[in-house]
Nanobody
Framework: VQLQASGGGLVQAGGSLRLSCAAS????????MGWFRQAPGKEREFVSA????????YYADSVKGRFSISRDNAKNTVYLQMNSLKPEDTAVYYC??????????????????????WGQGTQVTVSS
C-alpha cells in the first residue's frame, strides 16, 4: 500500500484545513485507515481512525468535536477535516494503514503498532 498525504499548510488559530490521503496498491475499501501526528520533540500520537466501510470513527480526546474523518472508497482517499485549529495542533500529520483488519476497539485502532504502512506526512502549522 502506498499512501500520499496532502493538504497541510499554515493557518491562523481558529481556522480550518482539510487533509487528504490517497492510497494505491491495494483494494482501498478493505483497509481501515488512521491519522497520526508528530510535533517537534514529541512522540507520534494518534489523531483519528476510520473503519473500512466508514461506519466507525475514532478520535483522540484532544481533537474530538473539532476534527472529522471520512473516506471516499471510490476515490481511494481518506480525509481529515480540521476545524477550530489551535497552535497545539501544529505537527506533521501522517496517514497510515494496517496490513490486516483491526478490531473495533479504540485501543487497537489508536496504537501506532497496529499500522504497517505510512504516508510521508504533511506539515500543519497553526499560528496564534
Amino acid at each position: 500500500v502506498q499512501l500520499q498525504a496532502s493538504g497541510g499548510g499554515l493557518v491562523q488559530a481558529g481556522g480550518s484545513l482539510r487533509l487528504s490521503c490517497a492510497a494505491s496498491g491495494r483494494t482501498f475499501s478493505s483497509n481501515d485507515m488512521g491519522w497520526f501526528r508528530q510535533a517537534p520533540g514529541k512522540e507520534r500520537e494518534f489523531v483519528s481512525a476510520i473503519s473500512r466501510g466508514g461506519g466507525g470513527t475514532y478520535y483522540a480526546d484532544s481533537v474530538k468535536g473539532r476534527f472529522s474523518i471520512s473516506r471516499d472508497n471510490a476515490k481511494n482517499t481518506v480525509y481529515l477535516q480540521m476545524n477550530s485549529l489551535k497552535p497545539e495542533d501544529t505537527a506533521v500529520y501522517y496517514c497510515a494503514a494496517p496490513a490486516a483488519g483491526l478490531s473495533g476497539s479504540y485501543s487497537d485502532r489508536s496504537a501506532r503498532a497496529s499500522y504497517d504502512y505510512w504516508g510521508q506526512g504533511t506539515q500543519v502549522t497553526v499560528s496564534s
